[in-house]
């Protein structure tokens, strides 16, 4: 006991010092005897040997602990290891720690050159990863608004926040790649700048008829609000600009003497900004991923998180201090009123299990009711704006407008309705809390995914044709001369109709309400009062837009521009809604689960986005009148093309590669890794449950020991002996 | 701000950077204020304070104190006028934890408030995180965690009066599960290392144990 003198220590130091064993805190209460064998117990004496040997921490801040208070000296045989760890994570007083650098500067003298040498290059290694990182935070878009709004309203809002943070870089490097990769050598060898030519070959084994393609493009006198609405819909002087597919009609980029082969480029330029988008989801969402599998118990359910991290340290504001008490209040007796539910629900009879049960089957029945409605109610109105979006003379302006805006109108009322009726639902089916919670967006989710797969797949269907005539070019030539434009179009659309919504939502309902709940003291609308920021319905919001995003950039390389403009001002406008017209949540939903969740769902979105890009490259047959697929069957067609002007050894490896005999067994070892990690993670668990019940055990053995010697010592009448 | 020209030597700073999580600016702003910087009797560089720790730190003195802030305690009562304590319900535990004056009576030094600043960081460590909270949270100072220091966590959080608090059926039934999710040797208390184990799991509690200024 020697080396822990005296100086500014809490006893809880000593006494986590002193027991070694973790299993022995109720040692107070015996006799001295007692606690004395404990320091001679063999385990005890084995644990302080390994430790030391292994250059345990605790063991290194007992004894940096005890040097510091009592200014002893003790030549280390091994100088170097205390420099081991930096020294702003030891957990002492800045007092404390100044007076053991004092001491390892004045041991170094000790210390042969080797280990001098190794100390200061670790530590000015660790100085300077420090400062690098000090550094890159520096350069952080938007550092000091996260910060700031993680002040007032919480980690759980802010990780929304960083989020569309996210996605404005991923938007940003995806127009950057299809910009340098794609636009910029069509633009450059269209106009013949740098010396640069571009070369058109006409398509040879086609019909002509499917080659016409006359974009109006606004020549002569228009008015002016066919300016504006070729604005809003992609259509006139835009469909021939940059930003659709039908510019690229090009074959070949002459730069002087190099050949750039603009269709593998642009074909490749998707793939990549698709395996980018994928890899980085995936990075980002590694580390959560390991914090939310380390143990498999519900987030919800886990009493120790709330209790112990239930206390949001950055709030500074009073009032968001009271709600966040009162928050905590219900979480817990929310939470503990759970448990006694599901007591009861265990003790369920088999008649009320029954009751619920075929309950639960016939909400589940109206829920595909209702998507089934939204769907079938997207595909009419896709046909129907597809069918009436030419009439330009018969109908006016704005209701020509109306019928282009038409799909996006009735997804994002879908979009708006289903998760309504859905939270609606979910009160009868009678779940735990956090299933609920967890299945209502699991629902909105599909709804909004789906209902975008629905739009292109009457898309497709409009495109496709049946007579003779056009399947010989394979889609409708007479209406979609460029169907890829046309559906970047469509995309084009659902982005800009999104964005004005959110703003409209912004301006014309949340502002109003706000300035009526403040001047009008009616008890019905103070009653209404104030909206919650709903996180998941945000972060649903911007999923949808960034999955159209993946799917659109195909048939219009531009897409990725203005999504990374439009979440720019999407940050301010919500942050600005956020600060003025919102009172703060009642349920708050953690920042871990939530990151996670929101990773997730970009995930399945991203993937998703695979499914009509796929079937749109590989299957159905490009336009031969715009665009640099022209001269092949379907887009994918130019890498087999690409292929057979590679060395013949090459080609034989990648036909191997591609051909069943590889794959299938390629498949199958793949999932034999896969059950042999499962396994090793299940076994691991067994054995930490099984060590730990052993823990238990061995520590009640030691008290039951303890107490008979302390009986026996007691009994003979022994004086204690003295601690040594 | 104003002509306050309050001065932190450029060797306290490394130091202070080399003892703490905290980086230069959240120390103090090196940008140099209105005025002329003045020698110090051994002749070390001056740097100016505009904002962050040291500024706030001067802020809670007194103005004829302000001048040799490092060496001055601030009362408890002082220390948590700040907004980042006013608001928190652990303000109280947080003082005595960080104090290390002698008097007992909760005040803090300049480096008492790094020291704080530096542990609540980002940039801190869990395991740092985890040892000073529990400090925190161990309201009698005995070591262990044990059913009153929680029964007071649990009455801080949910907040004051009456009304704000679990009945007692609750608060039973609250203190069993955390101590059925956290108590390893089934003592009744949790010490150290189950307290860092079950934060090791709490995958809430770096975000949340945290303080900006």
Redesign the interface.
């Known amino acids: 006991m020697s080396e822990f003198g005296a100086g500014?220590e809490?006893?809880?130091?000593?006494?986590?010092s002193r027991?070694r064993g973790?299993?022995f805190?109720?040692e107070e209460s015996h006799a001295a005897a007692p606690a004395g064998f404990l320091q001679e117990l063999p385990s005890y004496r084995s644990v302080l040997r390994r430790r030391a040997a292994a250059g345990d921490v605790q063991e290194r801040w007992g004894n940096l602990r005890g040097i510091a208070s009592a200014e002893r000296r003790e030549p280390q045989p091994d100088g170097g290891e205390r420099g081991a760890i930096p020294?702003?994570?030891l957990?002492f007083?800045?007092?404390e720690?100044?007076r053991i650098?004092d001491l390892q500067q004045g041991d170094i003298k000790y210390s042969s050159g080797w280990n001098h040498w190794k100390r200061t290059s670790s530590k000015s290694w660790k100085?300077a990863l420090?400062d690098i990182?000090?550094l890159s935070s520096y350069m952080q878009l938007w550092r000091h608004d996260i910060?700031s709004i993680?002040?007032k309203f919480g980690?759980g809002i802010q990780s929304y926040f960083s989020f569309l943070r996210f996605l404005v870089l991923l938007n940003f490097l995806m127009f950057i790649l299809m910009f340098s990769f794609v636009t910029l050598p069509a633009v450059i060898s269209n106009y013949g700048i740098f010396n640069s030519s571009s070369t058109k070959i006409s398509p040879n084994n086609t019909e002509p008829y499917c080659t016409v393609y006359t974009p109006s493009g606004n020549k002569g006198l228009v008015y002016f609000y066919t300016y504006l609405k070729d604005l809003l819909t992609g259509t006139g002087f835009l469909e021939v600009t940059v930003l659709f597919y039908g510019y690229y009609t090009i074959d070949a980029a002459w730069f002087s003497v190099l050949r750039y082969n603009l269709p593998l480029a642009y074909l490749l330029t998707t793939f990549a900004y698709l395996a980018l988008s994928f890899v980085w989801i995936i990075k980002r969402s590694v580390e959560r991923f390991r914090?939310?599998l380390?143990?498999d118990e519900d987030?919800f359910q886990?009493?120790?998180?709330k209790?112990?991290?239930?206390?949001?340290?950055?709030?500074?504001?009073?009032n968001?201090?009271?709600l966040k008490?009162?928050s905590?209040?219900y979480e817990?007796?929310t939470n503990?009123e759970e448990?006694r539910l599901k007591q009861k629900i265990a003790e369920r009879t088999m008649k009320e299990k029954l009751r619920i049960y075929s309950l639960r089957i016939f909400i589940n029945i109206i829920v595909i009711a209702v998507l089934s409605g939204c769907f079938y109610s997207i595909y009419r109105a896709t046909v129907f704006s597809q069918e009436n979006s030419s009439n330009i003379s018969i109908v006016g302006f704005q209701a020509n407008l109306l019928v282009q805006y038409l799909p996006s109108i009735v997804i994002t009322s879908a979009n708006f309705i289903a998760p309504q009726i859905f939270s609606f639902l979910i009160a009868f089916e009678d779940y735990s809390a956090a299933f609920e919670i967890r299945l209502t967006l699991i629902r909105c989710v599909f709804v909004r995914l789906a209902n975008v797969g629905v739009l292109l797949f009457s898309l497709w269907s409009q495109i496709h044709c049946d007579n003779d005539q056009c399947k010989a070019c394979g889609y409708d030539y007479e209406l979609y001369p460029c169907w890829e434009s046309a559906v970047g179009q469509e995309m084009y659309k659902l982005l800009i109709f999104d964005f004005m919504i959110i703003i409209a939502m912004t301006l014309f309902v949340d502002f109003p309400r706000k300035l009526l709940v403040t001047y009008c003291s009616w008890k019905l609308v103070q009653w209404w009062g104030l909206q919650e920021f709903g996180i998941s319905d945000n972060v649903l919001e911007i999923i949808y837009g960034q999955t159209i995003c993946w799917i659109g950039t195909f048939f219009s390389p531009l897409l990725p521009a203005i999504a990374t403009i439009k979440y720019f001002i999407i940050f301010y406008i919500k942050k600005i809604s956020l600060i003025h017209t919102r009172k703060p949540a009642s349920r708050p939903i953690?920042?871990?689960?939530s990151n996670f969740f929101f990773l997730a769902v970009l995930l399945i979105g991203l993937i998703l986005a695979f499914v009509p890009l796929g079937v749109s490259i590989a299957l159905i047959s490009s336009s031969k009148a715009c665009g640099p697929f022209r001269n092949f069957n379907t887009s994918w067609a130019i890498v087999p093309y690409t292929i057979l002007e590679f060395p013949i050894g090459l080609q034989k490896f990648l036909y191997g590669i591609a051909s069943e005999a590889f794959a299938v067994p390629f498949f199958v070892i793949a999932c034999l890794f896969m059950f042999y990690f499962i396994a090793l993670a299940g076994a691991h668990k067994r054995v930490v449950e099984q060590l730990?019940e052993q823990?238990?055990t061995e520590?009640?053995d030691k008290l039951f020991l303890l107490e008979k010697l302390s009986e026996a010592q007691k009994n003979s009448g022994k004086p204690q002996k003295a601690r040594s | 701000m104003g002509g306050s020209s309050s001065l932190l030597p450029q060797e306290a700073l490394g130091e202070y950077q080399e003892l703490t999580f905290l980086n230069k600016q959240e120390i103090l702003l090196a940008a140099p204020a209105p005025g002329l910087p003045r020698a110090l009797p051994h002749g070390g560089a001056v740097v100016f304070a505009s904002s962050s720790a040291y500024k706030r730190f001067s802020e809670l003195l007194p103005r004829e104190q302000r001048e040799n802030a490092c060496s001055v305690r601030v009362p408890k009562s002082q220390i948590l006028t700040l907004p980042e304590l006013r608001a928190n319900p652990f303000q109280h535990r947080i003082c005595h934890v960080f104090s290390t004056s002698e008097d007992g009576d909760d005040s803090m030094s300049f480096e008492d408030f790094l020291d704080m600043l530096s542990v609540f960081s980002d940039a801190a460590t869990s395991d740092i995180k985890s040892r000073y909270a529990f400090r925190i949270f161990d309201f009698d100072d005995d070591g262990v965690l044990d059913g009153k220091d929680l029964e007071k966590l649990v009455n801080c959080l949910t907040g004051q009066g009456e009304e704000a608090r679990l009945s007692s059926i609750e608060m039973e039934q609250l203190i069993r599960n955390v101590l059925e999710e956290s108590d390893i040797d089934k003592d009744g208390t949790i010490n150290l290392s189950e307290f860092q184990h079950v934060i090791s799991r709490s995958p809430d509690f770096v975000s949340s144990f945290k303080i900006v200024l």
């Open positions: 500014a809490l006893p809880g130091w000593v006494t986590e027991s973790e299993f805190s109720p020294l702003w994570e957990p007083s800045i007092a720690k100044r650098r100085k420090k990182k000090e910060h993680e002040g980690t914090q939310h380390v143990h987030q886990s009493y120790c998180n209790v112990f991290a239930g206390w949001d340290f950055c709030i500074t504001d009073l968001a201090a009271r008490h009162r905590l209040l817990l007796q503990l448990e953690r920042a871990s689960s730990r823990l238990v520590s009640r």
